[in-house]
């Protein structure tokens, strides 16, 4: 059974977090997610001591960015999705672990033109699916980082004072699937215990 998140910039505290494709969603504004796990395991467990930390496999449906001249030159941008207190690290095997806290490679998928015909938004994929470890007791940290690794920060609304302008955000969306194998694996290989 999936479950699907979905982020839109608009909503984080933009005070806290003025970085659209930088923030942090804080425990509040993720508790009515999951309200309890869901039982995908054929043995009973006991409702009352059940964690709200699980581990999913999750893939990138969409990422949407607002369109820029700078942004649209580069050939990818690099999506990390973590709970504050985990460290889903080395998802991604790259040379020299360059990218290790990255959970999804991003490319261009189309540009979105408004009616008079200017670029408006980039819409982005990433045909991977990663098994990652979310504890909705923390807050959720999503951010989008460049091919040197720099944090995109292009977007930052730098009057807090004044609402988002829902042109500048950052859109995502997400399908998670409780993962409900427990096993050791080691890439490519059989799974060590069961």
Aim: aromatic share 12%; charged share 20%; hydrophobic share 35%.
């Amino acid at each position: 059974m999936a479950t699907f998140i979905d982020l839109d910039s608009i909503w984080r505290d933009i005070v806290a977090n003025p970085n659209p494709c930088n923030y942090e969603l804080s425990v509040k504004q993720v508790e009515t997610w999951v309200k309890s796990p869901k039982i995908v395991k054929p043995y009973e467990q006991n409702a009352n001591t059940r964690p709200l930390s699980f581990v999913y496999t999750c893939n990138l449906i969409n990422l949407t960015l607002p369109y820029s001249e700078t942004l649209a030159a580069i050939p990818r941008v690099y999506l990390s999705l973590n709970s504050s207190n985990l460290d889903n690290v080395y998802t991604l095997n790259t040379i020299d672990n360059r990218y290790s806290d990255v959970t999804f490679v991003c490319v261009p998928r189309s540009v979105q033109n408004d009616s008079t015909g200017t670029p408006m938004w980039i819409h982005y994929s990433a045909n991977m699916e990663q098994t990652i470890r979310f504890n909705l007791s923390f807050p959720l940290k999503f951010k989008i980082t460049l091919r040197n690794g720099d944090t995109l920060d292009e977007f930052i609304q730098i009057d807090t004072t004044e609402p988002a302008d829902p042109n500048l955000q950052s859109l995502a969306t997400f399908n998670i699937t409780p993962f409900d194998r427990d096993a050791d694996y080691y890439p490519g290989i059989q799974p060590l215990t069961m």
